[in-house]
């Protein structure tokens, strides 16, 4: 069955640190993966998105990811997080065939310290 | 632009008893979607409708669940007989195409059910 993993549950760290957030999914076939984000008390947005092409897309408020097509991988990254980053943030997978279903992860809980 | 609207936004519940959540999604998108979020997990697709028609159950726990999209637009979701283990926050989400493979999805504010 298809899924989608979210190695780190809970990352905590200090403004200016470096962020990476880890995804992983599990299929065969062409995929388009999106990264969404929670901020305390908001509904779930969309931060960035894949769809073909360069493999490093850049997306809102500094945040990137990389797809990286040989590890089912779809990072995101951002250089200096700040204390308005704190939030919980999902990785997504569409399946480009089919129902068109969206999967995604467990997500990861990010708090940074002011 | 209007969001992606849901009602109750919060539902206490006794075990056995039935609940409905509503939702009207944002003007003119073609696909709904229903989710179940339990704490600690990611969102989980119960259903998906392209306009009226259902695309995609196969999560749905059909002996207890149900859900409709009349007519298009808004959408219920049926809980009947609650159980405790479907406390979760309940989201449903739009998107604007009949083929959302590139769509952003917009969600609501979810319906937080707790069942007794």
Request: net charge positive; glycine share 8%.
């Amino acid at each position: 069955a298809q899924s989608v993993s979210q190695h780190n549950h809970h990352v905590i760290l200090s403004e200016a640190a470096s962020l990476e957030l880890g995804c992983n999914y599990s299929y065969g076939g062409t995929v388009n993966l999106f990264w969404y984000v929670q901020y305390p008390g908001q509904h779930l947005q969309l931060l960035l998105k894949y769809f073909s092409g360069d493999p490093l897309v850049k997306g809102i408020k500094g945040f990137e990811a990389e797809f990286i097509k040989s590890k089912f991988s779809f990072n995101l990254r951002k250089p200096s997080v700040q204390w308005s980053d704190t939030a919980e943030y999902f990785c997504a997978v569409i399946l480009t065939s089919g129902t068109y279903k969206y999967i995604f992860g467990t997500g990861t809980r990010l708090k940074v310290l002011a | 632009e209007a969001g992606v609207a849901q009602s109750p936004r919060y539902k206490i519940i006794e075990k056995r008893q039935s609940v409905a959540f509503w939702c009207n999604p944002i003007s003119g998108h073609a696909t709904l979607y229903w989710y179940q979020q339990i704490l600690g997990q990611g969102p989980k697709l119960l259903i998906q409708f392209q306009n009226n028609g259902v695309v995609d159950d196969s999560q749905l726990p059909k002996d207890r669940f149900s859900a409709e999209r009349l007519k298009g637009v808004d959408s219920t979701l049926k809980i009947q007989p609650a159980k405790l283990e479907d406390s979760a926050v309940y989201l449903c989400a739009s998107s604007l195409d009949l083929k959302p493979i590139r769509d952003e999805q917009f969600f609501g504010p979810g319906t937080r059910l707790t069942v007794l």
